[in-house]
């Protein structure tokens, strides 16, 4: 299973590792995901996800409905 937010869609970014002699090599920076059990008020259930930490984050400023329509994901598919 890849490491990418059920919400936000954030995946891996690829990188690069520079030593002290400014030898380079490649890296995956990796999403920073959580598994959370969020409360979605419109369906009246819990939801288990993978999500973002940057999107738990904006979930707890706008909630959780209004995120995931902002980001057109449906809900009641998750």
Known sequence: MSR???LSG???NNG???SHSHIRTKKLQQANLQ??????EEGKKWIS???STRALK???????????K???VDLRKI
């Open 4 to 6: 990418v937010c059920e």
């Open 10 to 12: 954030t995946k891996a």
């Open 49 to 51: 996800i993978r999500v």
């Open 58 to 68: 904006s979930i707890q400023k706008k909630g959780l409905n209004a995120y995931a």
């Open 70 to 72: 902002s980001m057109g």
């Open 16 to 18: 690069m590792a520079v």
């Open 35 to 40: 598994k959370r059990r969020l409360w979605w």
